[in-house]
């Protein structure tokens, strides 16, 4: 019986071996090799031999004006868009829901933004709210509405709003088909026993819904919050970090650090400081979430 337990448990690490090894390679060595580059001057004039710089990088990176625009403009993506997101989904979620017919036909309607490309939604995007784009051309040759062109992209507000329009739009899909198997999966007893009691339609929702989708609503916030800080495409192709780099995001920045300036060392701190906010953001969630189901 240990010969054969022995036996078995080699040829499963015989089978494992081969993904592990993959695993290793293209996971594992990049991210300690880019940790290893955050402590070095690596630039495009030392590709061949690199000096230690202790925490001389991470110091540039917090230091930087642009970083902390860059940062804050990301947070600001993030608080806006991810409540977006799951708001308009859940609801979306809970009308689709209760309509017998037609579930599936709204559900791909819906999900259409989700699978459509980043890089074309970004031009289409930037083509309605350019200059001389379609949205001004309604508001001034068609409507009337005013005078003169809006430089929808030209400032940071007006950019950063296009592109968090951009990111609800195309994330709402994906929250409903989520939100809408948790709701599938509430037992419907508890909503006949919540009718029994006289409940209506938002005691309900506020009371047996929402309490038996918080798994996946929990789910739901750090998958997004992660994609919020990793919005990259939608203002790469929007606004470029225009103007004057007021637009920047923390993966756009980094970007133009290391393509542009060739400055691998800085753009190596700036991945490691985000990785670190992100794991920060996902236990602070996670434990106020349990705070909350323990309140109850």
């Given at each position: 019986?240990?010969?054969k337990s022995r036996q078995s448990r080699l040829q499963v690490g015989?089978?494992?071996?081969?993904?592990?090894?993959?695993?290793?390679?293209?996971?594992?060595?990049?991210?300690?090799?880019?940790?290893?580059?955050?402590?070095?001057?690596?630039?495009?004039?030392?590709?061949?031999?690199?000096?230690?710089?202790?925490?001389?990088?991470?110091?540039?990176?917090?230091?930087?004006?642009?970083?902390?625009?860059?940062?804050?403009?990301?947070?600001?993506?993030?608080?806006?868009?991810?409540?977006?997101?799951?708001?308009?989904?859940?609801?979306?979620?809970?009308?689709?829901?209760?309509?017998?017919?037609?579930?599936?036909?709204?559900?791909?309607?819906?999900?259409?933004?989700?699978?459509?490309?980043?890089?074309?939604?970004?031009?289409?995007?930037?083509?309605?709210?350019?200059?001389?784009?379609?949205?001004?051309?309604?508001?001034?040759?068609?409507?009337?509405?005013?005078?003169?062109?809006?430089?929808?992209?030209?400032?940071?507000?007006?950019?950063?709003f296009v592109a968090m329009m951009l990111g609800i739009w195309k994330?709402?899909?994906?929250?409903?088909?989520?939100?809408?198997?948790?709701?599938?999966?509430?037992?419907?007893?508890?909503?006949?026993?919540?009718?029994?009691?006289?409940?209506?339609?938002?005691?309900?929702?506020?009371?047996?819904?929402?309490?038996?989708?918080?798994?996946?609503?929990?789910?739901?916030?750090?998958?997004?919050?992660?994609?919020?800080?990793?919005?990259?495409?939608?203002?790469?192709?929007?606004?470029?970090?225009?103007?004057?780099?007021?637009?920047?995001?923390?993966?756009?920045?980094?970007?133009?650090?290391?393509?542009?300036?060739?400055?691998?060392?800085?753009?190596a701190a700036l991945s490691f400081i985000v990785a670190v906010t992100?794991?920060?953001?996902?236990?602070?969630?996670?434990?106020?979430?349990?705070?909350?189901?323990?309140?109850?």
């Amino acid at each position: 019986m240990k010969l054969k337990s022995r036996q078995s448990r080699l040829q499963v690490g015989l089978l494992l071996l081969p993904g592990l090894a993959f695993f290793a390679l293209f996971t594992i060595y990049p991210i300690l090799k880019l940790f290893y580059m955050s402590f070095l001057n690596w630039d495009m004039g030392s590709m061949l031999r690199q000096t230690f710089a202790g925490v001389e990088n991470y110091k540039a990176v917090l230091s930087d004006g642009t970083f902390r625009i860059a940062f804050t403009n990301t947070l600001l993506y993030t608080v806006v868009t991810v409540p977006g997101q799951m708001i308009l989904g859940l609801l979306a979620a809970v009308l689709i829901n209760e309509i017998p017919h037609f579930r599936v036909g709204f559900r791909v309607i819906y999900y259409i933004p989700v699978i459509t490309s980043w890089v074309i939604v970004s031009l289409v995007f930037r083509y309605i709210f350019n200059t001389e784009g379609m949205l001004n051309y309604l508001l001034t040759n068609v409507l009337g509405w005013t005078g003169q062109y809006i430089h929808w992209l030209d400032s940071r507000w007006g950019g950063l709003f296009v592109a968090m329009m951009l990111g609800i739009w195309k994330g709402v899909g994906w929250n409903l088909v989520v939100f809408l198997a948790a709701l599938q999966s509430v037992p419907k007893e508890l909503y006949e026993s919540a009718e029994m009691d006289g409940c209506g339609s938002v005691q309900k929702f506020f009371y047996i819904t929402l309490p038996s989708i918080n798994p996946t609503i929990l789910f739901a916030l750090v998958m997004l919050t992660i994609g919020g800080f990793n919005v990259f495409t939608s203002v790469k192709m929007i606004t470029g970090g225009k103007p004057m780099h007021q637009t920047e995001t923390v993966l756009t920045w980094m970007y133009y650090k290391a393509f542009t300036t060739g400055e691998f060392g800085y753009a190596a701190a700036l991945s490691f400081i985000v990785a670190v906010t992100l794991i920060l953001l996902a236990v602070l969630q996670f434990k106020a979430m349990k705070q909350k189901d323990e309140a109850r």
